[in-house]
T-cell receptor
Framework: KQEVTQIPAALSVPEGENLVLNCSFT??????LQWFRQDPGKGLTSLLL?????REQTSGRLNASLDKSSGRSTLYIAASQPGDSATYLC?????????????FGAGTRLAVHP | EAGVTQSPTHLIKTRGQQATLRCSPI?????VYWYQQALGLGLQFLLW???????NRGNFPPRFSGRQFPNYSSELNVNALELEDSALYLC??????????????FGSGTRLTVV
């Protein structure tokens, strides 16, 4: 059974710091991995999608890496800003329980203070 | 390109009533997924529809049901509402089965409050 874990659960940093958010998954047989951002009470915004054959994806100040064999992904946020404050969710698309499904971690709640 | 749209944004119901939530996927997407996010909890998978058929459901009671229409939009129905059904309900769409390498796109959600 696929399980996704995110560490840390919460993070509070001053503006300008470079950050690393961690995600691990138990079954390496995945199709892809997606990082999402969720603002309080809102829907999910897709940040980056990494296919199982890829090692990393970049978008602006965000860089996500994937090490499928070890079951790990990291989301790197450069030069953090207060507007980056949100919950970041990692999700893997894998074949679990007989179905192709997207399985989420519990998220990392990020607060960037001025 | 229009994103995934959900309606209504907010819904307040009394315990025992029925709630209907709606979702329109991105044009060309045939798969629709429903998730529940209760306060302080993670995203729990509810239902998956593809090409008008229910493909999978999560560990929820039968009073959670839905359907997918020929235009691929979807409806989630929750019968006999209970207080613990209060949550943010999120809909996502994706290209259908056989296209497993595409990501999901989520809507903004419907906040259901049961009083």
């Amino acid at each position: 059974k696929q399980e996704v874990t995110q560490i840390p659960a919460a993070l509070s940093v001053p503006e300008g710091e470079n950050l690393v958010l961690n995600c691990s998954f138990t079954d390496s047989a995945i199709y892809n991995l997606q990082w999402f951002r969720q603002d309080p009470g809102k829907g999910l915004t897709s940040l980056l999608l990494i296919q199982s054959s890829q090692r990393e994806q970049t978008s602006g100040r965000l860089n996500a890496s994937l090490d499928k064999s070890s079951g790990r992904s990291t989301l790197y946020i450069a030069a953090s800003q207060p507007g980056d404050s949100a919950t970041y969710l990692c999700a893997v698309r894998s074949f679990s329980g007989g179905y192709n499904k997207l399985i989420f971690g519990a998220g990392t709640r990020l607060a960037v203070h001025p | 390109e229009a994103g995934v749209t959900q309606s209504p944004t907010h819904l307040i119901k009394t315990r025992g009533q029925q709630a209907t939530l709606r979702c329109s996927p991105i044009s060309g997407h045939t798969s629709v997924y429903w998730y529940q996010q209760a306060l302080g909890l993670g995203l729990q998978f509810l239902l998956w529809y593809d090409e008008g058929e229910e493909r999978n459901r999560g560990n929820f009671p039968p009073r959670f049901s839905g359907r997918q229409f020929p235009n691929y939009s979807s409806e989630l129905n929750v019968n006999a509402l209970e207080l613990e059904d209060s949550a943010l309900y999120l809909c996502a769409s994706s290209l259908g089965t056989g296209t497993d390498y595409y990501g999901y796109t989520f809507g903004s959600g419907t906040r259901l409050t049961v009083v």
